[in-house]
């Protein structure tokens, strides 16, 4: 009977954020030449023979004729990419005895191998690499260490520790294995770059100071708002300052939103410490929005942690796609569910969104040029496509209407100029501290039992709170929503309890999501005016 040679290399898949064990097993026996992959593997892995086979032979090595047998184990784990192929390289060398040393074992046991291979046998950059990193360091046992491709070594320089090491070839990843040589490591961790500077500017949106304290209220306490208006007034303007309004990531939030990156290989370290924010096109399909695929990859919800979510046009939004916003928006994460696993990625995102009062835009507007021509009905189907329960997780909704043309030409004429983006940025900042202080959290994230704690309502705001609940029939959603708003504003205004004019301010913000749930104009107390001759409704 022939001689079979065996060896066992280990390595990671990662399933979201979390690296999964994968030993990939070489069994080399007589035959007829022969290279097979099992183990649940998909294109890519089983593309992994010619890449091998390429890199063993162009790195001065000798690619054994003989039957090969490469198994990923487990077998129901699905494996994706080519991050196995420098484990299957280094375990075909070492089952044909290419590599040979006293130790080889205990070093090979202590080493978890990750790395895609080119024809050449330089190792080329993964996908994913930082989450693999981040996850790793994680893990219980602290005595492997974790080989990846030098070309991943920039982005993870920032988690440093000395339990990584970086090859830039087979033949050195050999080198350190065969005579434990001297890799480049991330002992010490680097700062990233410093970030480029937002180039979006406060003052750039003229008028609009309704809509403004809005923002800055939202941006306070991370709390989700609708803007309604006219074609042209300065929504999407206002949604980018919002996200620009938001104070930077600590290191432990840049290490997540990071780590999600990685999975889509859209790793940017000059926005290391910047918050990000997402605008995905209305046509986008629910599993982009949410995620998933094979192998699963974060959507827009999940690309937005720890930062903006914006959806313009709301209403052309598929209606799937909304529906599924509205677990992620109460548990702040997304699980997904796949026959063989359920995978979960974090979703803590402030969700911003636009819409137009009607189909043409023009409803309500009080403009003697541009009148609406839509039907009533037409406006209620409109309106329909957000669904109720939907609508009800917006905390607040402000109109906009569009600026005088005063305003355009003279951004203060009409009365005190608005704080600069500097001064809000500040106070946004001391504000969320302020709740962060208070309860470790910030408002929008109160649990009941907490808000009751923390609400602090004067008596005179109480009384106009159960008020304002009986005449509009709020749920104990919108109710709860609502106080957390009027928290937030107490906080910005720096004070320990909630006065019946914030109280007020934060019922004002609630009370065109109300309108709009009953499919009613969020206007309907302010008659448009229309030029003589003009269509009517």
Avoid at 415 to 442: F, K, M, N
Wanted: with cysteine; net charge positive.
């Amino acid at each position: 009977m022939g001689r079979m040679s065996f060896s066992v290399v280990q390595s990671r898949a990662i399933a979201a954020l979390t690296p999964r064990p994968v030993s990939v097993e070489t069994d080399l026996s007589n035959g007829l030449p022969q290279f097979s992959i099992v183990g649940l593997p998909d294109t890519a892995v089983r593309e992994a023979k010619e890449r091998v086979r390429s890199a063993i032979l162009n790195s001065g090595f000798t690619f054994p004729s003989r039957r090969i047998t490469v198994n990923l184990a487990p077998a129901d784990l699905p494996k994706d990419s080519g991050r196995f192929d420098l484990a299957i390289a280094i375990g075909i060398l070492i089952a044909s005895d290419q590599i040979q040393s006293s130790g080889l074992m205990q070093r090979l046991s202590q080493l978890i191998v990750i790395g895609e291979l080119s024809l050449t046998g330089s190792l080329l950059p993964i996908r994913g690499a930082f989450a693999m990193a981040a996850g790793f360091l994680q893990e219980q046992s602290h005595e492997h260490l974790l080989m990846l491709p030098i070309a991943n070594q920039k982005e993870i320089l920032s988690i440093g520790s000395n339990r990584l090491r970086f090859a830039s070839s087979l033949r050195e990843a050999v080198a350190h294995i065969a005579s434990d040589a001297v890799l480049a490591s991330a002992a010490q961790a680097s700062s990233p770059p410093t970030p480029i500077a937002a180039t979006l500017d406060w003052s750039d949106v003229r008028g609009q100071s309704a809509a403004k304290r809005a923002a800055v209220i939202a941006a306070a306490g991370q709390h989700n708002l609708l803007m309604l208006g006219p074609p042209g007034v300065g929504k999407s303007m206002m949604a980018a300052r919002i996200a620009a309004l938001l104070p930077s990531l600590d290191h432990a939030q840049a290490c997540e939103v990071a780590a999600i990156q990685s999975l889509i290989g859209d790793l940017d370290l000059s926005r290391w410490w910047r918050p990000p924010y997402r605008s995905p096109h209305h046509s986008v399909s629910s599993r982009a929005l949410i995620g998933g695929g094979q192998p699963v990859r974060p959507g827009e919800i999940s690309l937005a942690h720890h930062g903006v979510l914006f959806l313009d046009e709301l209403a052309e939004f598929p209606r799937d796609a909304l529906e599924s916003l509205r677990e992620p928006l109460e548990r702040q994460e997304v699980e997904i569910a796949r026959v063989r696993d359920r995978v979960r990625f974090p979703a803590n995102f402030m969700l911003i969104a636009a819409m137009n009062p009607c189909p043409c835009g023009y409803f309500g507007v009080r403009s003697t040029k541009k009148w609406c021509r839509c039907s009533p009905d037409r406006i209620l189907r409109y309106r329909s496509r957000l669904s109720g329960p939907l609508i009800d997780r917006f905390d607040m909704a402000v109109a906009m209407e569009s600026p005088t043309s005063e305003q355009l030409v003279e951004p203060g004429s009409a009365g005190a100029p608005d704080p600069t983006g500097a001064v809000l940025i500040d106070r946004v900042a001391q504000a969320r501290s302020r709740q962060l202080h208070r309860q470790a959290c910030l408002n929008a994230r109160l649990g009941v039992e907490a808000l009751d704690r923390h609400a602090n309502c004067e008596p005179q705001a109480k009384q106009l709170l159960v008020q304002a609940a009986t005449r509009w029939g709020w749920s104990a959603r919108s109710w709860h929503r609502l106080i957390r708003v009027a928290r937030t504003i107490a906080d910005f205004e720096n004070e320990d309890q909630i006065r019946v004019a914030q109280l007020a301010e934060a019922i004002e913000l609630r009370r065109a999501i109300d309108v709009m749930a009953q499919a009613q104009d969020f206007e309907q107390a302010k008659p448009v005016q229309r030029p003589a001759g003009s269509p009517s409704q």
